[in-house]
């Protein structure tokens, strides 16, 4: 089974961004922990801050791997292109968020993306990534 990660603008500082809201552990240095809990899956990685390559990448993984686990960041709340290219994928994509996003500012409450998604999983601060994956495993 193969699942990759796609992390979205600003996530590739975590760690250092917000670590109120986001936590003081960086998503690399959570990916073992992670690989560790299914070592059935391979999980693959990838983060970028600039829309048009997260779209790239889930064009490039949405037809042959077994799921992708997507958080967006701010994308979430406004990207049209995101939600199309999520509908246009062979396999089911699990939207998450680190932070609980509906206890937060009235602007992240809506997504673009969770109508086009499995499922939406937030709040649990990293082991949100677990509960996505997990939600794939029994979708399967
Ligand atoms: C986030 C929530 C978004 O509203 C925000 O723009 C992010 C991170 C989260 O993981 O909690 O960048 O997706």
Known sequence: MKIQIINGPNLNLLGVREPGIYGSNSFESYLPKLKEKFPDVEIEYYQSNIEGELINKLQEVGFSYDGVVLNAGAYTHTSIALQDCIRSLKCPCVEVHISN???????????????ACLGVICGFGLASYDLAIAGIIANK
């Open 101 to 115: 996003v509906h206890k937060r500012e009235e602007f992240r409450h809506h997504s673009y993306i969770s109508c």
